[in-house]
Structures are given as structure tokens and as C-alpha cells.
Nanobody, 124 residues
Framework: QVQLVESGGGLVQAGGSLRLSCAAS????????VGWFRQAPGNEREFVGG????????YYADSVKGRFTFTRDNAKNTVYLQINSLKPEDTALYYC?????????????????WGQGTQVTVSS
């Protein structure tokens, strides 16, 4: 059974940092690209970027460039999302999703597996 479990969310003040984790089990993790999405109440789900299986190719949405960093440790079956200089508009439920192969996609439905999400709340 494949599982993706996000962790690391919380309540932080603007300007702070968080590191989110996406831990996978039940799949050959290095064969999967992992995307990160976020959804704030009343907003559509937003693709913020992701990292390919080898970690050699990373994509960032324009809205998060310079503040978000994706890394992965395939030995630990985990992908990380480091968020710096948090802003109130970063408040959302953050999801990771895994897609077989080397291509990332901005469409949530293109992914094979999804986690339940971890809440990030940024106070001003």
C-alpha cells in the first residue's frame, strides 16, 4: 500500500521558516517525481513546484521562487520543502503528490498518489 505523509506544518509568524516533509512508503521512490501543491480556503489548488526522481531537475512556480526550496533524500524516501520568509499569503494546506516517471505536472490529477496535507498558517 502506497502512502505519502506530509509533516512539518504549523503556525509561524511572518518572516519565519518551515521545513515540510513528504515521507513515502510502498513505492520505488526514486522512480517518482514529487510535486507540491497548496490550497487556501476559498482558493483553487495551486502547484508550487516539484522535484524529479533523481533530484536533478527542480521546478518552482513564479510565486514562490527565491523562498521555496525542494530537496529529496531517496535513501529516506522523503522529499522536503523548505519555506523561508513566510508571508501570510502562504497560509494554506500543503500537499505532496507522486507521479511515476520523470515528468512533473501542474495538474493534481496527473499524479498517482497524494498525501493528506499539512497545514501552514502564517500570522502577520
Amino acid at each position: 500500500q502506497v502512502q505519502l505523509v506530509e509533516s512539518g506544518g504549523g503556525l509561524v509568524q511572518a518572516g519565519g521558516s518551515l521545513r515540510l516533509s513528504c515521507a513515502a512508503s510502498g513505492l520505488t521512490f526514486s522512480s517518482y517525481s514529487v510535486g507540491w501543491f497548496r490550497q487556501a480556503p476559498g482558493n483553487e489548488r495551486e502547484f508550487v513546484g516539484g522535484i524529479r526522481g533523481s533530484g536533478g531537475s527542480i521546478y518552482y512556480a513564479d510565486s514562490v521562487k527565491g523562498r521555496f526550496t525542494f530537496t529529496r533524500d531517496n535513501a529516506k524516501n522523503t522529499v522536503y520543502l523548505q519555506i523561508n520568509s513566510l508571508k501570510p499569503e502562504d497560509t494554506a494546506l500543503y500537499y505532496c503528490a507522486a507521479r511515476g516517471g520523470t515528468r512533473l505536472s501542474g495538474a493534481f490529477s496527473d499524479y498517482d498518489y497524494w498525501g493528506q496535507g499539512t497545514q501552514v498558517t502564517v500570522s502577520s
